[in-house]
């Protein structure tokens, strides 16, 4: 597609459901990243993944998150039993590979992500 | 951390002046970048300096970096209502061209019409 696709834009559920969020990234882009930004502050990085490498998983905040990304393209974040404090937007991001045209990032709109 | 630190917090202006937010940062670097973000969404990347670069023009966008103070400006000319925003920078991995990018907590420009 032209950009990056995120859905749902909105999500709303209870503490202790899991819930998936998607990314599908722009076509050629071989990195993909996943941050979250709660109100107010900076972006927390969660995951990266390159190509075929295995993802840097080093920013997820614990055992309940994971991510995956299928065929090399679109990738999902998984947050199992859900918490307050799990409450932010999700942000993903897609970019060439380190090395092949430095042009940033382009991210997806972000999934708001509200707990209660 | 390498982590870069906008500087300052919040700016208010009035429409047609210019705008300057700092930036930040610990490690050395390969490129730092500059983005916006509106209404708490999607950033957008406005532009990229190479460490070898000083200076960058994108429009009315002007980017400076000096790699000896670990710092980087961004310069806003003749604003508009439009550039309220918040603009972070970022900086990839100490030795990595992109890969994990470090953001600050961000600049929130406001331009009064």
């Known amino acids: 597609g032209a950009g990056v696709s995120q859905s749902p834009s909105n999500k709303v559920t209870e503490k202790g459901k899991d819930v998936e969020l998607r990314c599908d990234p722009i076509?050629?882009?071989?990195?993909l990243y996943w941050y979250r930004q709660s109100l107010g502050q900076g972006l927390e990085f969660l995951i990266y993944?390159?190509?075929?490498?295995?993802?840097?998983k080093s920013g997820l905040p614990s055992d309940r998150f994971s991510a995956e990304r299928t065929g090399g393209s679109v990738s999902t974040l998984t947050i199992q039993r859900t918490q307050q404090e799990d409450s932010a937007v999700y942000l993903c991001?897609?970019?060439?590979?380190?090395?092949?045209?430095?042009?940033?990032?382009?991210f997806g709109s972000g999934t708001r992500l509200t707990v209660v | 951390s390498q982590q870069g630190e906008e500087d300052p917090q919040a700016l208010s202006i009035q429409e047609g002046e210019n705008a300057t937010m700092n930036c930040s940062y610990k490690?050395?670097?390969?490129?730092l970048q500059w983005y916006r973000q509106n209404s708490g969404r999607g950033l957008v990347h406005l532009i990229l300096?190479?460490?070898?670069?000083r200076e960058k023009h994108s429009g009315r966008l002007r980017v400076t970096l000096d790699t000896s103070k670990k710092s980087s400006s961004l310069l806003i000319t003749a604003s508009r209502a439009a550039d309220t925003a918040s603009y972070f920078c970022?900086?990839?991995?100490?030795?990595?061209?992109?890969?994990?990018?470090?953001f600050g907590r961000g600049t929130q420009l406001t331009v009064w019409p």
């Open positions: 076509s050629g882009h071989t990195a």
């Open positions: 970022a900086t990839p991995d100490r030795g990595s061209t992109l890969g994990r990018l470090y």
């Open positions: 993944f390159q190509g075929n490498s295995a993802p840097d």
């Open positions: 490690t050395s670097i390969n490129n």
């Open positions: 300096i190479r460490s070898n670069e």
């Open positions: 991001a897609s970019s060439f590979a380190p090395g092949q045209g430095v042009n940033g990032y382009t």
